[in-house]
């Protein structure tokens, strides 16, 4: 339990940074002239960052520096933070996210092959866990925002996270980790693709961040551009995290004993079908109540597809092959947010919101197909291993 406070609490901070970011777009927009088309690839280059940082850096976990990813992980994610705090212009507010995406990409991975392999077990609950733990970070991001921004300008929630962050860093010092012995002999983890579940489960993971570079190119713009309040767009973000943060543990045990596949199909075609929605709503109202059934629906299957990637890949290449997941997780978000703003900013809201539902649902259908031999795959709480080709 120790080890999931250290660590879920680690996961949280670095969360909590990309929400503050996440509900400040149109104060960049409206106090320092970032057109929405650079905003979106602002939170882009971060998903590319990390994307970056997971395929060559996270590896190294499973060769016995795991813990060791994470604190460095973290040091870089406070520099990138920081660096957005200090920039007023495009270029170094750029950077910055750029490193904070390296920071994210180099521990998250580590953070992941720690918790799974500590208590296997229950690896469909923990997984939820962390996915509560990083939901509730990105949640709380909007409420510093909603609190620091006014009377402290736009750094001031930056500065916030980056404090929260290092505060942690004794903690998870402290931990111990049991390191990989018999590191793998493959670098890289590519090869995993091979295992055709494990390459289902890492489209179906990109598809929900296609959702949620989505969201993060057009949540703040668009409820803007509608005249909605601004305590109600920040609210909306806020109570939307609350029940992932609520439902992401029984939705990993879900996920873990009824079936990660069935489960995640069920979850990215309901999501999908709700993104088209967004784009005919004419009503920040609207969008908002849509969004709470979107929520529900998130914090039960969400985390699937990551109990999918614990169950058909062995045990000592589990932080290669989420690297592999969240770097295609990371890159179809930055492609997403800067795809989704590019097509606001010329079509509006139907046209940016629709492409991202049929992106989805296109992608949700392949990974399926990817994982047809291992539809109905389950672990049974107590079963320590399973993997499947």
């Known amino acids: 339990m120790r080890l999931l406070v250290a660590f879920g609490g680690l996961m949280g901070s670095l969360a909590a940074g990309y929400g503050v970011l996440f509900t400040i777009v149109a104060d960049y927009r409206d106090e320092y002239g970032i057109s929405e088309s650079a905003i979106g690839i602002v939170i882009g280059t971060g998903f590319l960052s990390g994307f970056l940082a997971q395929i060559t850096i996270a590896p190294l976990a499973d060769r016995g520096h795991a813990k060791r990813l994470v604190l460095i992980g973290v040091v870089i994610n406070v520099a990138g933070l920081?660096?957005?705090?200090?920039?007023?212009?495009?270029?170094?507010?750029?950077?910055?996210?750029?490193?904070?995406?390296?920071?994210?990409?180099?521990?998250?991975?580590?953070?992941?092959?720690?918790?799974?392999?500590?208590?296997?077990?229950?690896?469909?609950?923990?997984?939820?866990?962390?996915?509560?733990?990083?939901?509730?970070?990105?949640?709380?991001?909007?409420?510093?925002?909603?609190?620091?921004?006014?009377?402290?300008?736009?750094?001031?929630?930056?500065?916030v996270v980056a404090a929260a962050t290092l505060v942690l860093v004794p903690f998870v010092a402290r931990v111990d980790v049991v390191e990989a012995e018999e590191p793998p002999q493959r670098r890289?983890?590519?090869?995993?693709?091979?295992?055709?579940?494990?390459?289902?489960?890492?489209?179906?993971?990109?598809?929900?961040?296609?959702?949620?570079?989505?969201?993060?190119?057009?949540?703040?713009?668009?409820?803007?551009?509608?005249?909605?309040?601004?305590?109600?767009?920040?609210?909306?973000?806020?109570?939307?995290?609350?029940?992932?943060?609520?439902?992401?543990?029984?939705?990993?045990?879900?996920?873990?004993?009824?079936?990660?596949?069935?489960?995640?199909?069920?979850?990215?075609?309901?999501?999908?079908?709700?993104?088209?929605?967004?784009?005919?709503?004419?009503?920040?109202?609207?969008?908002?109540?849509?969004?709470?059934?979107?929520?529900?629906?998130?914090?039960?299957?969400?985390?699937?597809?990551?109990?999918?990637?614990?169950?058909?890949?062995?045990?000592?290449?589990?932080?290669?092959?989420?690297?592999?997941i969240g770097a295609a997780q990371a890159v179809s978000a930055g492609v997403m947010a800067g795809t989704t703003g590019a097509l606001y900013d010329r079509f509006g809201q139907a046209t940016a919101y629709v492409v991202a539902g049929v992106v989805m649902a296109t992608m949700t259908a392949t990974g399926l197909w990817l994982a047809r031999s291992a539809w109905g795959i389950t672990r049974p709480l107590g079963a320590s291993s399973n993997t499947a080709s």
């Open 188 to 324: 890289f983890a590519f090869d995993l693709l091979r295992i055709r579940p494990f390459a289902g489960a890492v489209v179906l993971g990109a598809v929900a961040f296609v959702m949620i570079g989505a969201f993060d190119a057009l949540w703040d713009v668009v409820h803007n551009d509608l005249g909605t309040s601004d305590w109600i767009a920040n609210l909306g973000i806020t109570l939307f995290g609350i029940p992932l943060i609520f439902l992401g543990p029984p939705g990993g045990r879900l996920a873990q004993t009824w079936g990660p596949f069935r489960l995640s199909s069920i979850g990215l075609f309901f999501a999908a079908i709700l993104m088209c929605i967004y784009g005919f709503l004419p009503s920040g109202g609207l969008i908002f109540a849509v969004a709470m059934v979107h929520a529900i629906s998130d914090g039960l299957t969400i985390s699937a597809s990551g109990v999918a990637v614990g169950m058909v890949v062995p045990d000592d290449r589990q932080a290669g092959a989420h690297g592999v």
């Open 82 to 159: 920081l660096l957005m705090a200090m920039g007023t212009t495009l270029t170094p507010i750029l950077i910055g996210r750029f490193v904070s995406g390296i920071g994210i990409g180099t521990a998250s991975p580590a953070v992941k092959r720690i918790v799974i392999l500590a208590d296997p077990t229950n690896l469909g609950q923990n997984m939820g866990r962390l996915l509560a733990a990083d939901v509730f970070g990105f949640a709380i991001g909007p409420a510093i925002s909603a609190v620091l921004v006014g009377p402290f300008g736009i750094p001031a929630p930056f500065v």
